[in-house]
């Protein structure tokens, strides 16, 4: 199947299924294994990869620098500043050492990480020199609900925001009941995180049966699920290549009105609001 495509609010269109490295580059043992999934992944399309500067304390950073080695050009690169780091000087100095460790000269998202200290309107501020000085292409939020979202787009230059990173899959689908219709509404994407929840998903016995069903793993059933909603981008972290065939494999599963009502049976839509859910 080609590669899904969700548009940011600038018209840029991105792939829905990108590349998570969280827990990647930390054991050298695996690094050569990792850096081939991540150029798999790219030979498959799914060239959205994903990082921050608190992964492995810029130890993922360094492994995705490495593994898009000559291929800058091909990649949306994303990385998240730290919430301590979300000043107005601390920001351009957090993306600069990003940016070193991954061997570029600009991010095409950066992303804060969670909610700290620092006001939205002074982290945004910075963002927006980073953007005027061509370090970054769009700036974007993770693990911000629905009332800070408002709050984000009531400061200057709040309205520039291009994603908000969350986490969302099967068995955490509080977005459902009022962000994701919130961020849809406005043209925002949401980029989902552990979209296989972190592989507990794999063990779901009722799950595995009605993969089965459809000619499908479980993981690309879950993962079909979360493709399946418009506006959405799912990053699973696969860390070694035949991982990474499977989750690509997703793109071939037909979520039909019978599928889509099988897995509500198995993961019901939440029926109140609840507090964003993080990990």
Same mark, same amino acid.
């Given at each position: 199947m080609p590669m899904k495509t969700v548009r940011l609010p600038s018209g840029e269109t991105v792939p829905a299924l990108g590349l998570g490295t969280w827990m990647m580059g930390d054991d050298q043992s695996r690094r050569a294994e990792e850096i081939a999934a991540l150029r798999r992944?790219?030979?498959?399309g799914m060239t959205l990869i994903d990082t921050a500067e608190m992964y492995g304390e810029g130890a993922s950073e360094r492994l995705v620098g490495e593994a898009i080695a000559g291929r800058r050009d091909d990649v949306f690169l994303v990385s998240k500043v730290y919430p301590h780091n979300a000043s107005k000087a601390g920001t351009v100095a957090a993306c600069e050492r990003s940016l070193k460790r991954l061997g570029t000269d600009r991010l095409d998202l950066y992303l804060l990480h969670?909610?700290?200290?620092? =006001?939205l309107a002074e982290t945004v501020e910075a963002f927006e020199g980073l953007k005027a000085a061509g370090k970054i292409r769009h700036w974007g939020v993770s693990n911000l609900d629905s009332d800070d979202m408002d709050e984000l787009l009531a400061v200057p230059g709040g309205e520039a925001v291009a994603a908000n990173q969350v986490l969302y899959n099967l068995s955490r689908r509080g977005i459902e009941w009022d962000l994701l219709p919130s961020l849809q509404r406005r043209g925002i994407p949401v980029? $989902?995180?552990? #979209?296989?929840? *972190?592989a507990k998903l794999l063990r779901e016995r009722r799950l595995a049966a009605l993969a089965a069903?459809?000619? $499908?793993?479980?993981? *690309?059933?879950?993962?079909a699920f979360v493709l399946d909603r418009d506006g959405v981008i799912a990053i699973p972290k696969?860390?070694?290549?035949a991982h990474v065939e499977d989750n690509a494999g997703s793109l071939d599963v037909v979520v039909t009105d019978e599928l889509r009502a099988s897995l509500d049976a198995l993961? =019901? #839509?939440p029926r109140r609001a609840t507090p964003l859910e993080m990990i």
């Amino acid at each position: 199947m080609p590669m899904k495509t969700v548009r940011l609010p600038s018209g840029e269109t991105v792939p829905a299924l990108g590349l998570g490295t969280w827990m990647m580059g930390d054991d050298q043992s695996r690094r050569a294994e990792e850096i081939a999934a991540l150029r798999r992944g790219l030979d498959l399309g799914m060239t959205l990869i994903d990082t921050a500067e608190m992964y492995g304390e810029g130890a993922s950073e360094r492994l995705v620098g490495e593994a898009i080695a000559g291929r800058r050009d091909d990649v949306f690169l994303v990385s998240k500043v730290y919430p301590h780091n979300a000043s107005k000087a601390g920001t351009v100095a957090a993306c600069e050492r990003s940016l070193k460790r991954l061997g570029t000269d600009r991010l095409d998202l950066y992303l804060l990480h969670w909610r700290g200290k620092y =006001p939205l309107a002074e982290t945004v501020e910075a963002f927006e020199g980073l953007k005027a000085a061509g370090k970054i292409r769009h700036w974007g939020v993770s693990n911000l609900d629905s009332d800070d979202m408002d709050e984000l787009l009531a400061v200057p230059g709040g309205e520039a925001v291009a994603a908000n990173q969350v986490l969302y899959n099967l068995s955490r689908r509080g977005i459902e009941w009022d962000l994701l219709p919130s961020l849809q509404r406005r043209g925002i994407p949401v980029m $989902a995180y552990s #979209p296989v929840e *972190q592989a507990k998903l794999l063990r779901e016995r009722r799950l595995a049966a009605l993969a089965a069903d459809h000619g $499908a793993s479980i993981a *690309q059933l879950a993962l079909a699920f979360v493709l399946d909603r418009d506006g959405v981008i799912a990053i699973p972290k696969a860390g070694r290549a035949a991982h990474v065939e499977d989750n690509a494999g997703s793109l071939d599963v037909v979520v039909t009105d019978e599928l889509r009502a099988s897995l509500d049976a198995l993961f =019901p #839509p939440p029926r109140r609001a609840t507090p964003l859910e993080m990990i």
